[in-house]
C-alpha cells in the first residue's frame, strides 16, 4: 500500500508553493530551484505510484480518516496514476524551457503558480469524490489564470478576462449539476454514486440524465469541444509559449473526467443514461476535429496555428472516447499521451520561433527559419500531423481502428482532418523556411533546445514503445470498464 | 507519364527537360508495377536501374553544359558537338539510351515495358498498348531534342565553351560505360539485382530473361520501331509542334496546385476568422444554448415523475423581502449602465438573499455571504472608481431580444429544476445524516456545517485556501505587471479621484472607523473561536477583520492607512497555506491520513470553554488566506491609486490625525 | 414558499445570463456575481428548505440538510476569490488597452500589426 504518498503529489507542490513565497520571494535562483526539485520530486512520485498502481487493484486515501462515501478519499488507479506521470514529465521539461528562455523572470511568483497549477491539477486526476473534483478544478483553474497573464499586457489580460469568464460560467454549471445529483443522491461520492445510479427510482431518471449532460458538459468546456471550444483559440495564442505548452495537459483534464464518469458514474449500459453521453460526444468530438484541421490551414500566425492544433487533438481524443470501449479507451490513453507530449512540443516551438519574429505566416518582414529551430518545426510538424515514424500514426491509427461510429464518417473525418492538417503545418513551415526577403531567425542556443529535444525522444518511446504501452493501457482500459474494483476499494457501508 | 513526358518536349531549360522526364519515368515505373504481373515486376526493376544510370549521366552533362556555356537555356544552345566533343559523345549514349535506342540499357527496359503493355488489357486490349507506346514515342522525342538542339546545328552565342577538364567528365563517363555494358550484357550486371528487388515487391521467387533481341514475332519490337520513327519524325516536325504548343493554353501543374491549396487555406482562413472572431458574448452564448437544449432534451427524453414532497406555507415577511430581491434584481437589469447604482442594488440583492439563508436554517450561510458581501462590494466599488462610470448602451435591438429571450428561457430552466428538486424526497439517505450524527463524537464540534467544513470535508477546505491563495498571488503579480508598464500608468495619471465629495474624508467618520478598528478585531477573534460549535469559523472572521480596514481606507484615504497597515502580503498567504499543510500534515506523525483532526478544550479568558481542536488551526489558515487576499487587493488599488492625478490633492493636514 | 424560492433561482440565473452577454466586462463581472447567487441559492435548496431547524447539535432533532450549506460556503469562498482576480484583471485591460470592451479590436489577434511587439517585452 502506498499510504500517504498518494496525497503527496497534491501536498509537496502546496508546501514547496508556500516556502518559495517565504525564502524564494527575493532571489529567482531559490524560487527556480524550489520547483525544478518540486518537479522532479513529483515525476519520481508519480512513477513511483504508477508502478504501485500497476501492481495492484485502486488504492484508496482516506482524508480525515472518515470512510467513504461521508469524507473525501483520494483513489489511485492506474489512469491516476498515468495522467500524474504524463503531468510530471511535461511539467518538468516545460519548467526547464521557461528558465532556459527566461520567461520565468518576465512576471512575478511565476513558480509559486507554477507549483499550485501542479497541485491543482494532481488533485483533480486523485479525487475519488465530485465535489473535491470541483474544488481542483477551481484550483487548477485559477492558477492557470495566473500563468495564463503572466507577464502580460493589453491582448493577453483581455484574453485572460474572456478565459476566466468562460471558466467561471463552466464552474457555475458544475456546481448546478452536483447539486442536482446530492439532491437525487443524498451522496457525493464517485464509486457510491455509481453503486446507487442502478437503482435510482424511475421518476428521477429524466433529472438524473440532465444533471450527466451538465456534468459531461463542464468537462467539454474544459476540454474544449465544439461549440464549447470559444475560449481556446484567444486563450492559448495569447498565453506565455510554456504556459501554452503546460496547457496541453489542462485540456485533457475535461478528457480524463469524462473518461472517468463516462466509465465509472454513467456507463453506456446504464438505464439512466444509457448511450446518452456516446451519442453527443461522437459528432461533436468529429466537429471539433475538423473545425481544428481548419484552424490550421486557415491560421495567420504560429500561435493560433498552434492553438487550433491543440483543439483538432481534443476532437481526435473525444471521437476515440466516446465510443466507450475498452479498445476505444486504450486508443484514447494513447493518444491523449501522445497528443500531450506533441502538443506540449508545437507550443515551444512556436514560443521559440516567436521569440525570434517568426510568428506571422504572411506579411513582410519575415524572418527566415533555420538550423535546430527549423529541425524541430519540421518533427514537431510531423508529431502533430500523425505522420510516420512519429507516435501521432499509430495513434490516429488506433484511434480508427476502434472508432464506433459509421466508418463512413469518422474515417474521412480524422483523415481529412490530418490532410488539412499536413497542408497547414507544411504553408506554415514554407512561409517560415522560405521566406524570400527574411533574414534568418536568430539561432537557438543549445540550452532552449533540450526541452523541445527531450519531448521529442518522449514521443519516439511512445513510437517503439508502441507495443508494452498498448499493453499497459490495454489492462488500463479494461479496469476502467470493470469498476467494480474501484467500487470495492472505497469500502462503501452496506458493501454496496 | 503521358503528360510530364509531352511537358518535357516543350520545355527549355535542360534540367526542366530532365526534370519533366524524370516524373514521366517515374510514371512508367509506376505503371508497371500497377500490371501487378512478376515480368512487369522484373521490367520496373531493371527500369529503375537503367533509368539511374543515363539520367544521372544526363544530369551530369547538363551541369557541365551550364558550366560551360552559362546557360541551360536550350533555345540559346546548339552546335557544341565541335567545341565539346568529350560531353557530346557521353551525352549521345545517355540520351541513346533514353530513347530506348538499341542497343543501350534504355532499350531493354523499354522493350519489356511494351511488352507488358502489349499483354496488358484495360477497357481495350490496345488501350494500353497504344498509350505506352505514345510515350516511348515522346520519350524518344524529347531525348533526341535534348541532344540535337544541344550539340548539334550551328554554334550560337557559347564561343568559348569547350570540354571540362576529368573531375567533371570522369563520373558521367562511367555512367554512359555502365549504359552501354548493361545493354550489351544485362544478365551479367544488372541480372541478380533485377530479380531480388522484383522478388521482394511481388513476394515471389522471379527470374527474369533480359535480352537484346526477342525475334520479330515480339509486339514490342514494332511498337518500339514505330515510338522511334514518330520521335524523329517529331523532332523534325518541332518547330510546328512548338507553335501549336505555345498557342495552346495549358494547365501547369504547380499553378493547379497552388490555385487548389490556395482556395482551400482561403476558405479555411474565412471559416476559421468568421467563426472565432474572438468575441466572448458569441462563446458565451453558444455555451449557454447547448447547455440549455441538451439540458432540457436529456430530461425530456427520460421519464419524470412528480415530486410528493409538502410545501413550506407562504409567509408574509419573507415575502416582502422577497419581493424587494426581485425588484433589485430586475432593476439591475434595466439600470445597469448607471455602474454605481447597478453594483448598489446588486448588493441589496445579496444582503436579501442572506437574510433568506437565516430565515431557511442557514446561519453560517448568511454570515459568510453578507460578510463576502460587503467586501465584494466595497471591492469592486473601489475599482469603479478607476473604471468609466457608465457601460455605454451598444447592443442592438435584435441583439436585446436574443440575449432577453436566451436569458428568460435558461432562468426558467434553472428555477424549474430547483423546484423539481425541492418538491421531492431523495430516494436515498443522505450521507450528511452520518455528519449531523458525527458532528459531536466524531468531530468535535456542534456545528454541522462547520465540522463538515473543518473536517469531514476538510480537504475541500484545503482546496479552498490554495484558490484564495492563488488569488492573491495572481493580484501580487498583476500589480507589478501594471505598475511596470507605461500605458497603465499614463492611463492612471489621466484619471481624476475623488472628485465627488467636497471633503473627501468626513472626521466623524475618520474618528468612527479608528475607534472601530479594535472592536472589530475582537469580533473577528470570536467569531473565529466559536465556529466550530456555533455559526461563524475563519473566513467570516478574516473577512470582518478585513472589512475593519477597508473601512479604514474608505474613510481614511488609501495613503493614510498605506502608510500604517504595512503587511507583508505574500507572507500572510504563505503562511495560511503553511498553516493549513503542517495541520494536514501533523497527522502523519500520529500514523493517520492527511487532515485527520485531534481535539480538546482550552480556557482562553474571558471566552467560555472553547474547544480547541486542530482543525481550528486549520481555519486559522482560511483566517490567513483571506486576510491576504482581500489586504492584497486594496493594498494594489491604493497603490494605483497613488498614480492618479488627484494624488497630491489629498487632505493632508488630516493625515496628522 | 418553494415557489417563490425556485423563481428567486431562476430570476437571478435570467439576470446573471443577460448580463454576461453584454460587452463591457463590468456588466460581465455583474452578471457573474449573480450567476454566482444563483447557483448558491440553487445548491441550498437542492438541500431541501425549512425553516426553524438550524443545523446545530443540542437546538434540534430534525436539523436542514448541513451538507449543501458547508457545499455552498465553499463556493461562496472560492467565487470570492475568482470575483477579485477578475475585478483586477478586467480593471488591467481597461488600463492598458484604454476601453473595457471585452471583446478584441478588429484583428488584433491574428494579423502582423502593432500586437507582434507586446511578446518581445
Redesign the interface.
Known amino acids: 500500500m502506498m499510504g ?1 504518498w498518494i ?1 503527496t503529489p497534491v ?1 509537496l507542490p ?2 514547496l ?3 518559495s ?2 525564502i524564494g ?1 527575493n532571489s529567482i535562483t531559490v524560487a527556480r530551484l524550489l520547483s525544478v526539485t518540486g518537479s522532479l520530486a513529483l515525476l519520481a512520485i508519480a512513477l513511483m505510484l504508477l508502478m504501485a498502481a500497476s501492481e495492484g487493484p485502486p488504492q484508496v ?6 470512510p467513504a ?4 478519499v483520494l483513489v489511485l488507479d492506474r489512469l491516476s496514476a498515468l495522467m500524474l506521470l504524463l503531468t510530471a514529465g511535461l511539467a518538468l521539461l516545460v519548467l526547464g524551457q521557461a528558465i532556459a528562455t527566461g520567461w520565468d523572470r ?5 513558480h ?2 507554477w507549483l ?1 497549477q501542479l ?2 491539477l494532481n ?1 483533480a486526476f486523485l479525487t475519488g469524490d465530485a ?2 473534483l470541483f ?2 478544478f ?2 487548477l483553474l ?2 492557470s ?2 500563468l495564463m ?14 478565459y ?3 471558466n ?2 463552466g ?3 458544475f ?2 449539476a ?3 445529483i ?8 464517485m464509486a ?1 454514486l455509481a453503486a ?1 445510479l442502478p437503482v ?11 444533471a ?3 456534468l459531461m ?1 463542464v468537462f467539454a ?1 474544459k476540454g474544449a469541444l465544439v ?2 471550444h ?2 481556446l ?2 486563450t492559448y ?2 498565453a506565455p509559449g510554456v504556459v501554452a505548452a503546460l496547457f496541453a495537459v489542462m485540456t485533457k483534464v475535461g478528457a480524463y473526467a469524462a473518461l472517468r464518469f463516462g466509465t465509472l458514474v454513467f456507463p453506456t449500459d446504464l438505464a ?1 443514461t444509457g448511450p ?1 453521453i456516446a451519442d ?1 460526444m461522437l459528432p461533436a468530438g468529429l466537429i471539433t476535429l475538423a ?1 481544428g484541421s ?2 490550421i ?5 504560429l500561435p ?1 496555428l498552434a492553438a ?1 492544433a491543440a483543439l483538432a487533438s481534443m476532437g481526435t481524443v473525444f471521437t476515440a472516447l466516446s465510443a466507450f470501449t475498452p479498445a476505444s479507451t486504450t486508443a484514447t490513453l494513447y493518444y491523449m499521451a501522445h497528443s500531450t507530449l506533441a502538443g506540449g512540443l508545437l507550443f515551444l516551438v512556436t514560443d521559440l520561433a ?2 525570434r ?1 517568426g ?2 505566416l ?3 518582414d519575415r524572418p527566415r527559419l533555420s538550423g535546430r529551430l527549423g529541425v524541430l518545426f519540421f518533427l514537431a510538424a510531423i508529431a502533430t500531423a500523425g505522420l510516420p515514424p512519429l507516435s501521432g500514426f499509430p495513434g490516429k491509427l488506433m484511434v480508427l481502428q476502434s472508432a464506433s461510429g459509421p466508418m463512413a464518417l469518422v474515417w474521412p473525418v480524422v483523415l481529412g482532418g490530418g490532410f ?1 492538417a499536413l ?2 503545418l507544411s ?1 506554415a513551415g514554407s512561409a517560415l523556411f522560405w521566406a524570400p526577403q527574411g533574414e534568418a531567425m536568430a539561432p537557438l542556443p543549445l540550452s532552449q533546445a533540450i526541452a523541445p529535444a527531450l519531448l521529442l525522444a518522449g514521443l519516439v518511446a511512445l513510437t517503439l514503445g508502441a507495443g508494452p504501452v498498448q499493453d499497459w493501457l490495454g489492462t488500463t482500459a479494461a479496469a476502467l470498464h470493470n469498476p467494480a474494483p474501484y467500487i470495492l476499494a472505497n469500502d462503501l457501508p452496506g458493501g454496496a | 507519364m503521358l503528360m510530364a513526358a509531352k511537358i518535357a518536349l516543350f520545355k527549355d531549360d535542360l534540367k526542366a527537360i530532365l526534370a519533366f522526364s524524370t516524373v514521366s519515368h517515374l510514371g512508367l515505373i509506376t505503371f508497371l508495377l500497377g500490371l501487378g504481373t512478376p515480368a512487369a515486376a522484373s521490367a520496373a526493376m531493371l527500369h529503375i536501374l537503367a533509368h539511374a544510370s543515363f539520367k544521372a549521366a544526363l544530369f551530369m552533362v547538363a551541369g557541365i553544359v551550364d558550366h560551360e556555356a552559362h546557360t541551360r537555356d536550350i533555345r540559346r544552345l546548339g552546335g557544341l558537338r565541335a567545341a565539346m566533343p568529350l560531353t557530346f559523345t557521353i551525352a549521345l549514349i545517355a540520351s541513346l539510351s533514353m530513347a530506348g535506342v538499341p542497343p543501350l540499357n534504355g532499350f531493354l527496359s523499354k522493350e519489356l515495358m511494351l511488352e507488358n503493355a502489349a499483354q496488358a488489357d484495360w477497357l481495350t486490349p490496345w488501350l494500353v498498348a497504344i498509350l505506352a507506346t505514345a510515350g516511348a514515342l515522346l520519350s524518344v522525342a524529347y531525348s533526341l531534342r535534348f541532344l540535337a538542339h544541344t550539340f548539334l546545328g550551328t554554334p550560337r552565342e557559347q564561343h568559348d565553351a569547350h570540354d571540362p577538364g576529368p573531375g567533371l567528365w570522369a563520373a558521367p563517363a562511367l555512367l554512359a560505360g555502365l549504359v552501354i555494358v548493361s545493354g550489351l550484357v544485362p544478365m551479367a550486371t544488372f541480372g541478380p539485382f533485377v530479380d531480388a528487388a522484383a522478388s521482394a515487391t511481388t513476394g515471389t521467387e522471379i527470374h527474369a530473361h533480359i535480352a537484346l533481341w526477342h525475334g520479330l514475332k515480339a509486339p514490342a519490337l514494332w511498337m518500339s520501331l514505330a515510338a522511334l520513327g514518330g520521335g524523329l519524325a517529331c523532332l523534325g516536325l518541332y518547330p510546328r509542334l512548338r507553335a501549336i504548343w505555345d498557342a495552346t493554353p495549358r494547365p501547369e501543374a504547380k499553378t493547379i496546385f497552388d490555385a487548389a491549396i490556395g482556395a482551400l487555406a482561403g476558405t479555411s482562413r474565412v471559416v476559421t476568422s468568421t467563426l472565432h472572431n474572438g468575441s466572448l458574448s458569441r462563446g458565451i452564448f453558444a455555451t449557454m444554448l447547448v447547455i440549455l437544449g441538451l439540458g432540457l432534451w436529456a430530461f425530456l427524453s427520460g421519464p419524470y415523475q412528480p415530486g410528493t414532497r409538502a410545501m413550506l406555507p407562504v409567509e408574509g415577511a419573507p415575502l416582502a423581502g422577497w419581493a424587494v430581491l426581485a425588484s433589485a434584481a430586475l432593476a439591475t437589469l434595466f439600470r445597469h449602465h448607471d455602474r454605481l447604482l447597478a453594483l448598489v442594488l446588486t448588493g441589496i440583492v445579496g444582503l436579501l438573499l442572506s437574510a433568506g439563508f437565516a430565515w431557511l436554517s442557514a446561519p453560517d450561510l448568511a454570515l459568510t455571504q453578507i460578510s463576502v458581501e460587503v467586501v465584494t462590494i466595497l471591492l469592486m466599488l473601489l475599482a469603479l472608481n478607476f473604471l468609466p462610470q457608465h457601460s455605454p448602451r451598444e447592443s442592438s435591438p435584435f441583439r436585446h431580444a436574443r440575449d432577453g429571450m436566451l436569458a428568460v428561457a435558461t432562468g426558467l430552466g434553472a428555477g424549474l429544476l430547483a423546484f423539481a428538486l425541492m418538491t421531492r424526497e431523495p430516494a436515498f439517505s443522505r450521507v450528511s445524516e452520518f455528519h449531523w450524527a458525527q458532528s459531536k463524537p466524531g468531530a468535535g464540534g456542534t456545528n454541522a456545517v462547520n465540522t463538515i467544513i473543518v473536517d469531514f470535508r476538510g480537504y475541500d477546505t484545503y482546496g479552498e485556501i490554495i484558490v484564495l491563495g492563488i488569488a492573491a498571488l495572481i493580484i501580487f503579480a498583476w500589480r507589478s505587471a501594471v505598475l511596470s508598464s507605461k500605458t497603465a500608468l499614463h492611463r492612471l495619471a489621466s484619471i481624476r479621484m475623488a472628485k465627488n465629495a467636497g471633503d473627501p474624508h468626513p472626521l466623524m467618520l475618520v474618528m468612527g472607523t479608528r475607534f472601530l478598528m479594535p472592536l472589530a478585531l475582537m469580533v473577528g477573534v470570536f467569531i473565529f473561536l466559536r465556529g466550530h460549535n456555533l455559526p461563524g469559523g475563519g473566513f467570516v472572521a478574516g473577512l470582518v477583520v478585513s472589512i475593519a480596514f477597508l473601512l479604514q481606507y474608505m474613510a481614511s484615504g488609501y495613503i493614510w492607512s498605506e502608510r500604517r497597515l504595512r503587511f507583508d502580503h505574500q507572507l500572510l498567504i504563505g503562511t495560511g497555506v503553511l498553516v493549513a499543510t503542517f495541520t494536514g500534515i501533523a497527522a502523519w506523525f500520529m500514523g493517520w491520513p492527511f487532515l485527520t483532526s485531534g481535539y480538546d478544550y482550552v480556557h482562553i479568558w474571558p471566552l467560555d470553554e472553547i474547544e480547541l481542536t486542530t482543525a481550528s488551526v486549520f481555519d486559522l489558515g482560511v483566517f490567513f488566506c483571506v486576510l491576504g487576499a482581500v489586504m492584497l487587493s486594496l493594498a494594489t488599488l491604493s497603490r494605483l491609486a497613488q498614480h492618479t492625478t488627484d494624488r497630491d490633492a489629498g487632505p493632508s493636514g488630516k493625515e496628522s490625525l | 414558499m418553494e415557489i417563490f424560492v425556485a423563481a428567486t433561482v431562476g430570476l437571478l440565473t435570467a439576470v446573471g445570463v443577460y448580463l454576461m452577454l453584454r460587452l463591457r466586462s463590468f456588466p460581465v463581472i455583474l452578471g457573474l456575481t449573480f450567476l454566482s447567487y444563483a447557483v448558491n441559492l440553487f445548491i441550498f435548496a437542492a438541500g431541501r428548505i425549512r425553516t426553524a431547524a438550524a443545523p446545530i447539535v443540542g437546538t434540534t432533532d430534525t436539523p436542514t440538510d448541513p451538507l449543501p450549506q458547508a457545499l455552498v460556503l465553499t463556493a461562496i469562498v472560492i467565487s470570492f476569490g475568482m470575483t477579485a482576480v477578475i475585478v483586477m484583471m478586467a480593471l488591467g485591460s481597461y488600463l492598458e488597452l484604454g476601453h473595457d470592451r471585452v471583446d478584441p479590436d478588429q484583428g488584433e489577434d491574428d494579423t502582423p500589426a502593432p500586437a507582434g511587439k507586446e511578446t518581445g517585452a
Do not use: C
Not at chain 1, 462515501?69 to 473525501?72: N, V
Open positions: 500517504n496525497i501536498v502546496a508546501l508553493a508556500a516556502l513565497l517565504f520571494r486515501y482516506r482524508l480525515g480518516d472518515w462515501p461521508f469524507g473525501i518576465r512576471g512575478r511568483k511565476f509559486a503558480l499550485f497541485m491543482g488533485g465535489f473535491n474544488v481542483f477551481e484550483v485559477i492558477a489564470y495566473g497573464v503572466h507577464g502580460g499586457t493589453g491582448p493577453r489580460i483581455r484574453a485572460g478576462v474572456q476566466i469568464a468562460v467561471l460560467l464552474s457555475t454549471l456546481l448546478f452536483l447539486a442536482t446530492y439532491s437525487l443522491t443524498g451522496t457525493l461520492n457510491d446507487k435510482l427510482p424511475e421518476g428521477d431518471h429524466g433529472l438524473m440524465r440532465a450527466a449532460v451538465m458538459l468546456i461549440p464549447l470559444f475560449w483559440p484567444g495564442a495569447q439512466v446518452l453527443l473545425l481548419i484552424g490551414l486557415g491560421a495567420r500566425s493560433r487550433y516567436r521569440a519574429g510568428e506571422f504572411d506579411g513582410p488539412l497542408i497547414g504553408r
